[in-house]
């Protein structure tokens, strides 16, 4: 009798312990069957705003995929790992009934892409930039190529510039460059997928969002066009490349035609002059002209005057004797430097 009671006082004792590890059992029986049934798996994924990324390219770098675990996608937690690709403003995930993910994108303004030390990379409105990958790679076919702006200034007043051009415009622009003028040195020459052109400056480029209605108003094509941001009005003119200057010389080659350089305008041939400021001329009388490269840019003798005085360039162009170097003049205090350094290195 004794020992009956003992085991029903034992077993009073061990029944909430009991009860407790039958239903964690239950639950975890219960979690397993979710776990491999299609109810606990992503059954479709919907992406929206994309416009140059595509969506499989999304759901890889937020690493939502279809039969992943529905409840382990965390919506703040993919967002941010969406966030963190330089081609992504902003991205929403929400869950939603039926095991949908959806994930709506908000992608950066682009201007263009440029090449830095022969790497390919997209500029954006924001000043930011990402280095061209293939992911990106069917941006090339809808932005423009951007030449110059070199300087941290000018790339960011460049942004600053596209800011207020929609991006339907920006995909009609062929080539962004730098292009001085006698009034403004700080002018940039935007190309056209048509071919015309649209002259501007860093204040003036909202007016490109009128573009094309000017463009077909326009009684001769071959004009540019441009803005006055104060009176906020287009006007027309005969693009500078195309004003004939009878007092300028331009490169041609020898058909006769004229040379263009990587910006596509005519390039002017300048002279040497001597360290008098008269013009240097080479033993036929004739004036010694500055040389291009095969980019049409000028090739200029750092010592021209040094050589001119020695006679080398008494055919014209620049004909070093043997063992004579090109480099650069020292000053007397560098010369001077480098003697002391060579006597301070003399074994004594």
């Avoid at 077909?216 to 490349?241: H, R």
């Avoid at 041939?269 to 004036?287: F, I, L, M, R």
Wanted: hydrophobic content about 35%; aromatic content about 10%.
């Amino acid at each position: 009798m004794k020992k009956t009671d003992k085991e029903s006082k034992s077993l009073i004792e061990c029944a909430p312990r009991l009860l407790k590890w039958g239903l964690f059992a239950a639950v975890a029986l219960l979690l397993s069957l979710y776990l491999f049934s299609s109810y606990s798996r992503v059954s479709g994924i919907v992406v929206k705003g994309t416009h140059y990324l595509d969506e499989e390219y999304i759901e890889e770098i937020s690493n939502i995929h279809q039969n992943n675990i529905f409840y382990l996608n965390i919506p703040f937690l993919k967002e941010m790992e969406l966030k963190n690709d330089p081609m992504i403003e902003d991205a929403d995930v929400t869950l939603l009934s039926n095991q949908v993910v959806s994930i709506t994108i908000e992608e950066k303004k682009a201007i263009g892409y440029r090449y830095d030390s022969d790497e390919a990379e997209i500029l954006f409105v924001d000043n930011t930039k990402a280095k061209l990958k293939s992911e990106y790679l069917d941006i090339i076919a809808s932005v423009p190529l951007i030449h110059g702006f070199n300087t941290k200034e000018q790339t960011r007043l460049l942004c600053k510039a596209f800011k207020d051009v929609d991006q339907s415009m920006i995909e009609n622009i062929s080539d962004i460059s730098q292009y001085a003028l006698s009034y403004d040195d700080e002018a940039m020459k935007i190309q056209m997928r048509n071919g015309s052109y649209y002259l501007g400056n860093y204040q003036n480029l909202s007016k490109l969002n009128d573009y094309y209605m000017i463009y077909a108003n326009m009684n001769d094509k071959s004009q540019c066009i441009s803005a006055d941001e104060k009176a906020n009005v287009a006007y027309t003119f005969v693009c500078p490349w195309n004003i004939e200057d009878s007092s300028q010389e331009y490169w041609t080659d020898a058909d006769g035609n004229l040379l263009t350089n990587i910006y596509g305008d005519h390039v002017a041939k300048h002279y040497y002059t001597d360290e008098n400021g008269n013009q240097a001329v080479d033993s036929n009388g004739n004036p010694i002209v500055i040389p291009l490269d095969e980019n049409g840019s000028e090739v200029i003798d750092p010592n021209f005057n040094r050589n001119y005085s020695a006679g080398y360039y008494a055919t014209g162009s620049l004909v070093l004797p043997e063992g004579v170097s090109n480099e650069p003049e020292q000053n007397d205090n560098q010369a001077e430097n480098e003697q002391n350094a060579n006597e301070n290195n003399m074994p004594e």
